[in-house]
């Protein structure tokens, strides 16, 4: 988790200097710009962790638990575009 924060976060300071300067398009655009970026390695990171992560019995039986409630919630929301067609 640390990779990701220290590449990212200097890249947001620069971000808020260059909105500072009175360039707030290029520095909001920045800004999300690292935002995405970050969640892209934070991402990439736990798909190649993912596998040793769930030998840990907590992490798994958590993960399960989110798969169940992201599915139930995934249905809920079909369930109700079906019912207003």
Not at 22 to 32: D, E, L, P, S, Y
Not at 35 to 47: D, G, I, K, T
């Amino acid at each position: 988790m640390a990779v990701p924060t220290a590449t990212v976060e200097p890249l947001k300071l620069v971000a808020v200097a260059v909105a500072g300067e009175g360039h707030w398009i290029a520095g909001t655009a920045m800004i999300v710009t690292c935002y995405l970026l970050s969640l892209v390695l934070v991402e990439r990171l736990f798909v190649i962790v993912k596998p040793k992560l769930l030998t840990i019995p907590w992490f798994a039986k958590l993960w399960t638990t989110v798969l169940a409630v992201r599915t139930w919630i995934a249905a809920s929301f079909r369930r109700l575009r079906v019912g207003t067609n």
